[in-house]
């Protein structure tokens, strides 16, 4: 079993944006809702967005309007673009199933957003 790789996230201004992408193993990404999680220092990890195989998405209300998230079948990639990114949004972004697979949880990525 492969773990995902997270990537694009970086340091932003407050207002800004970020895309994320994750590449998942084709045999998970392709039979399972996806859903991109964030862990802040100290914090447990949250769901902030999930996208099913048929691409009806769902997200927590602390990012609805300015987050969205879209997947590409072919490439088994996902995505998470992020606006108006506020330093609350500061954490560490995975991607896993919904529900999470223990074991597929991949590095994630770094996003930091400076006010």
């Known amino acids: 079993q492969v773990q995902p790789v997270e990537s694009g996230g970086g340091l932003v201004q407050a207002g800004g944006s970020l895309r994320l992408s994750c590449a998942a193993s084709?045999?998970?990404?392709?039979?399972?809702?996806m859903g991109w999680y964030r862990q802040a220092p100290g914090k447990e990890r949250d769901l902030v967005a999930r996208i099913s195989t048929s691409s009806v998405t769902n997200y927590a209300d602390s990012v609805k309007g300015r987050f969205s998230i879209s997947r590409d079948n072919v490439k088994n990639t996902m995505y998470l673009q992020m606006n108006v990114l506020k330093p609350e949004d500061t954490a560490f972004y995975y991607c896993?199933?919904?529900?999470?697979?223990?074991?597929?949880w991949g590095q994630g990525t770094q996003v930091t957003v400076s006010s």
């Open positions: 084709g045999n998970i990404f392709s039979y399972n809702t």
């Open positions: 896993n199933t919904v529900p999470p697979i223990g074991v597929f």
